[in-house]
């Protein structure tokens, strides 16, 4: 069973930047694909952003791209989303999650269903 916890949230005006962190525990046999996904009230979950268990392909949604980047750091069992240039509507729960690897092939990694792993999710909030 592997245990995820999100933090960094917080409230930020607009044009700020916000570093989230997600540390896992728990038994950790084998590297995962990690995620980050965010859910606005009234909304369905989404993808923002996926690194592959070894760091080498990083994937983003559109509204991510250029703005957020995704890193991990396996020796401390986190994974980051550094997210610049906010916006109002990027106003959110946001959530890790951990999957069993491989998922980049047919946009697998963009899917909820194929994380067996969730956190609770921190709390970003963007003010215009």
């Known amino acids: 069973q592997v245990q995820l916890v999100e933090s960094g949230g917080g409230l930020v005006q607009a044009g700020g930047s916000l570093r989230l962190v997600c540390e896992a525990s728990?038994?950790?046999?084998?590297?995962?694909?990690l995620g980050w996904f965010r859910q606005a009230p009234g909304k369905e979950r989404e993808f923002v952003a996926y690194i592959s268990w070894n760091g080498g392909i990083s994937l983003y949604s559109d509204s991510a791209k250029g703005r957020f980047s995704i890193a991990r750091d396996d020796a401390k069992n986190t994974v980051y989303l550094q997210t610049d240039s906010l916006r109002p509507e990027d106003t959110a729960l946001y959530f890790c999650?951990?999957?069993?690897?491989?998922?980049?092939?047919?946009?697998?990694?963009?899917?909820?269903?194929?994380?067996?792993?969730w956190g609770q999710g921190t709390q970003v909030t963007v003010s215009s």
């Open positions: 728990g038994y950790i046999d084998n590297p995962y694909d």
């Open positions: 999650a951990a999957g069993v690897p491989p998922l980049y092939a047919d946009n697998r990694f963009s899917r909820t269903d194929n994380y067996a792993y």
